[in-house]
C-alpha cells in the first residue's frame, strides 16, 4: 500500500489533520505541518474569494521559511478541501487558485468529478475523496482520485454509519492506493490501530479543535474537553446530511437533542433547526465520539507530540504481545 511521496516523505506522524469548517485557519495549518502532520482546510473557510488566494501564498510561504530553517525537522504538506458539491458555486474559482499554488493534497468531499481531479492532477497534485460506503469509493477512484477516507461512524461532522473494520476491510478488497481513516481517532493507540486495520494513515479532526491554534469558541473547545461519546448526537437536521454534535450544544441552542426533526437531504443547507437564532456554523457544534481522550487544551505541537509518544508506546507495546503470543509456536515448532 504505497503512499506518494509527498505524505511517505514528508509526515513525523501518520494523520492528516481534517478540514474543520470555520476552525481550519492558517495559524491551525502552519502549526499541523509544522509539526509533522498534514495541516487542512475547506476552501470555503476563506472569505471572500480573495482570501483564499492570500491563505495559499501565507501558508506555502510560511512552511517554505520554516523548511530552510530546520532542514532535519522538513514540514509536512497542506491540504485543501474542495465541496464538489452543486451548492457550491465557489468551486471552480476556488480550483482556480488552488491549481495556480500547487497545493500539494487536495481532499474532495460530497461528490466525485473527472475535471476536478484532472485539475489537480495537472500540476502532480494528489487527490483524496473522503467516502462513507464502499460503493461511493469505487465511484471516486473511477473518477481519478488518488486516495480515499473513509469515513466511518462516530466520526465528527459529516459521518458515516459504518464500523471501520467493516469499511476497510471492503476497500482493501480491491484497492491498494493511500487510505487514511477517519472516526472516533484521538489518541496515538487509536492512530496503530487504524493502520492495523489496513489504513495507511489517521484523519484526525475533533481533537484538534481543542487546540490553541483552532478558530473555535473558548465555549467550544470547554465542551471538547468535558465531554465524551456519550455526548455525541448523530442527526441531519442542521444540514442535510447526518453528522455527529455535541448534545450539549444542541440543549443550549434551545432544542431536544432526543427528538430532533429529520431535514430533507435534498435542501442541503446550514440553516437553522427549529431555532432561527440557532446557525449550524455558529450555535450547533460538531464533533467525533473519540473526544474522551481530550483532557486539555494544549498548543498544537503539544498536542502532536502526545499523540507521536502514545503511538510509539502502543508500537512498542503491539511488539512485545506479538512476541509473546509467538513463542509457544516456535517451541512447538522445536519439538
Known amino acids: 500500500m504505497a503512499l506518494p511521496p509527498v505524505l511517505r516523505d514528508r509526515l513525523r506522524l501518520p494523520v492528516i489533520g481534517s478540514p474543520l469548517f470555520i476552525i481550519s485557519t492558517p495559524d491551525l495549518v502552519i502549526a499541523q505541518c509544522k509539526a ?20 495559499l501564498h501565507q501558508i506555502t510561504e510560511e512552511l517554505a521559511a520554516w523548511d530552510r530553517d530546520h532542514p532535519d525537522e522538513l514540514s509536512a504538506p497542506f491540504a485543501v478541501n474542495q465541496i464538489v458539491h452543486r451548492t457550491n458555486n465557489r468551486l471552480e474559482q476556488d ?27 495537472s500540476y502532480g497534485g494528489v487527490v483524496l475523496h473522503d467516502v462513507i460506503t464502499n460503493s461511493f469509493a469505487h465511484k471516486a477512484v473511477e473518477k481519478g482520485a488518488d486516495g480515499l477516507i473513509p469515513v466511518a461512524a462516530g466520526a465528527g461532522g459529516h459521518a458515516g454509519t459504518l464500523s471501520p473494520f467493516a469499511l476497510i476491510q471492503e476497500i482493501r478488497q480491491w484497492f491498494d492506493g493511500p487510505v487514511a481513516l477517519s472516526g472516533s481517532i484521538a489518541c496515538g493507540r487509536s492512530i496503530l490501530a487504524a493502520q492495523a486495520m489496513g489504513a495507511d494513515l489517521a484523519y484526525i479532526g475533533s481533537a484538534f479543535i481543542a487546540t490553541q491554534e483552532a478558530n473555535a469558541a473558548q465555549g467550544y473547545k470547554d465542551m471538547i474537553v468535558e465531554s465524551s461519546a456519550d455526548d455525541i448526537v448523530y442527526s441531519n437536521l442542521f444540514t442535510g446530511v447526518h453528522g ?6 444542541i440543549v443550549k441552542a434551545g432544542l431536544d437533542p432526543d427528538h430532533l426533526p429529520e431535514s430533507d437531504p435534498s435542501k442541503m443547507n446550514f440553516g437553522s433547526g427549529g431555532n432561527q437564532d440557532a446557525k449550524a456554523w455558529r450555535d450547533i457544534w460538531g464533533c467525533g465520539q473519540g473526544i474522551g481522550a481530550v483532557t486539555s487544551a494544549p498548543p498544537v505541537a503539544e498536542m502532536i507530540a502526545r499523540l507521536r509518544k502514545e503511538y510509539e508506546e502502543a508500537q512498542e507495546e503491539l511488539a512485545a504481545k506479538v512476541a509473546l503470543t509467538r513463542k509457544p509456536r516456535i517451541a512447538l515448532a522445536a519439538q
Open 244 to 249: 455527529n454534535y455535541l448534545r450539549p450544544s
Open 95 to 121: 480550483l482556480e487558485l488552488c491549481v495556480k499554488h500547487k497545493a500539494p493534497v487536495i481532499i474532495t468531499s460530497l461528490g466525485a468529478r473527472v475535471e476536478v481531479n484532472e485539475a489537480i492532477h
Open 36 to 55: 509533522g502532520v498534514c495541516g487542512s482546510f475547506p476552501s470555503l473557510n476563506a472569505r471572500p474569494i480573495s482570501l483564499l488566494d492570500e491563505w
